[in-house]
């Protein structure tokens, strides 16, 4: 399975920014769908999930302000994120759990995206 993020950038804070992820491969089924992320210095944290059905979890620190979404018939996940602070700025990393014959459930990783939010 392998997975290209795009998306990201540059943004003013209280701006906004989207990244996309599509997962590609031999798999049975894509099931959680998530984004992470990782600012220097700091441990990565889970910034956002979706499951197949659509059922959402965010992040404490980006509830209301993040938007998690998927197009399952693309293996797409998308991650909406509206009035960006300085302390968003991290390199975004997609992760998914996928299905794949013979083998059981596994845990794919991209390559990360980064995200920069100036003062």
């Known amino acids: 399975v392998q997975l290209q993020a795009s998306g990201g950038g540059l943004v003013q804070a209280g701006g906004s920014l989207s990244v996309s992820c599509a997962a590609s491969?031999?798999?049975?089924?894509?099931?959680?769908m998530r984004w992470s992320r990782q600012a220097p210095g700091k441990q990565r944290e889970l910034v956002a999930s979706?499951?197949?059905?659509?059922?959402?979890n965010y992040a404490d620190s980006v509830k209301g302000r993040f938007t998690i979404s998927r197009d399952n018939a693309k293996n797409t996940v998308y991650l909406q994120m509206d009035s960006l602070k300085t302390e968003d700025t991290a390199v975004y990393y997609c992760?998914?759990?996928?299905?794949?014959?013979?083998?059981?459930?596994?845990?794919?990783w991209g390559q990360g995206t980064q995200v920069t939010v100036s003062s």
């Open positions: 992760n998914v759990i996928a299905f794949i014959p013979g083998a059981g459930t596994r845990d794919y």
């Open positions: 491969g031999r798999f049975f089924s894509i099931n959680d």
């Open positions: 979706i499951t197949r059905l659509g059922i959402t």
